[in-house]
């Protein structure tokens, strides 16, 4: 959308599920994963302060809010190693995040 001539917004939301999760039990053996991975969010700026395209600053921010597949894929079943240390068994976040800058110059 574009907010002013010099500033653009975009915006994006997905619904992630998988078809099949055969291939992901085999890979991680086990009996259950479920279909649904999460929602993917994200919201980007693009400024363009000369109204042409030789100087453009984009700043993007995305998130994912897993679902039960993606707890089912990163969680684990096993003790922790010795040594390492006990961080949480199976401890998956409920937001995860990323931001971006970039600048383009053009000549």
Known sequence: MDLTPKLRSFFNAN???FMETDPLKTALLTDKVNNELGYDLSLGFQYRPLLT???IISTGFGTL???S???DIYKTSTDPVPGFGNHGRGRVDDFLYSA?????LTY
């Open 53 to 55: 395209d030789n100087i």
């Open 100 to 104: 971006v800058l970039s600048v383009t």
């Open 65 to 67: 809010i897993p679902g």
């Open 15 to 17: 619904y992630i599920r």
């Open 69 to 71: 597949g993606y707890r």
